[in-house]
């Protein structure tokens, strides 16, 4: 998880110091909007949110909400869209709602994802707004999220019927999948350079066994886990001097 995070920051600090160097260009649309439009600003980001599992073991309402954070750089690459890369420590927790097997488990998760928020919204150019000075923009801005990475997790599992510790684990941990993140929120600007985006997300993935309770145990399905995060997001001011062309 640490590497992951490292990761971000590193990209981060490269991509803002290429980004602060470079003036801003105008770009044309020729496909949706059919108009100019700015890229950027960068944003350094970091978030704070619960997630709750979905899996063999129970529902989202039966189980117990953990703790999640991370850090994030986003960019505006096309009108209306975000791009960001993401890196997220999340915690997952459950009892099992069978009680003739009664497992319970807890897990660790780090995750690195590439995520799209497209706004929903027209997009109008204005040639008198500067992309490094978005005060004139709504205050608030609803989009949907769609994403795709990969996450690394360790469970501890306990319990259960005392013939299923002969079976041992599902597999060798920590283990990898791949992971599809979608849903949606909103962006509310709270100064001209900070905002916070409440987002609420399902992360789909293509493993059964971040619970450790799979195939061996008659688990039949591939666990998820939802999300509700807060993401703070913040632009550095411009360097003087950098006009737009």
């Given at each position: 998880?640490?590497?992951?995070?490292?990761?971000?920051?590193?990209?981060?600090?490269?991509?803002?110091?290429?980004?602060?160097?470079?003036?801003?260009?105008?770009?044309?649309?020729?496909?949706?909007?059919?108009?100019?439009?700015?890229?950027?600003?960068?944003?350094y980001g970091v978030s704070f949110g619960r997630t709750v599992y979905y899996g063999d073991l129970g529902g989202l309402s039966a189980n117990t909400t953990r703790a999640s954070y991370g850090l994030a750089l986003s960019y505006t690459a096309f009108p209306n869209l975000d791009v960001a890369v993401e890196g997220q420590f999340i915690r997952l927790e459950a009892k099992d709602l069978n009680q003739e097997r009664n497992y319970r488990f807890h897990t660790e998760v780090a995750e690195l994802t590439l995520v799209g928020r497209q706004y929903i919204e027209r997009y109008r150019f204005?040639?008198?707004?500067?992309?490094?000075?978005?005060?004139?923009?709504?205050?608030?801005?609803?989009?949907?999220?769609?994403?795709?990475?990969?996450?690394?997790?360790w469970p501890t599992r306990t319990g259960g019927p005392p013939e299923a510790e002969a079976l041992g684990h599902e597999r060798k941990y920590p283990a990898y999948t791949w992971l599809v993140p979608v849903g949606g929120g909103v962006s509310m600007r709270l100064s001209p350079r900070l905002w916070v985006l409440p987002e609420l997300t399902y992360r789909f993935t293509f493993t059964d066994d971040l619970d450790d309770v799979g195939p061996k145990r008659g688990g039949g399905r591939n666990d998820g886990y939802l999300q509700l995060a807060f993401r703070f997001q913040y632009e550095l001011p411009p360097s003087k001097g950098k006009p737009l062309r």
């Open positions: 998880m640490r590497a992951a995070l490292l990761a971000v920051a590193l990209i981060s600090s490269a991509l803002g110091a290429q980004a602060q160097r470079r003036a801003r260009i105008k770009h044309q649309d020729d496909y949706i909007w059919h108009q100019p439009y700015y890229r950027g600003p960068l944003r204005d040639p008198a707004l500067d992309s490094r000075d978005l005060a004139n923009l709504p205050r608030y801005r609803f989009f949907g999220t769609l994403g795709a990475g990969l996450a690394v997790w």
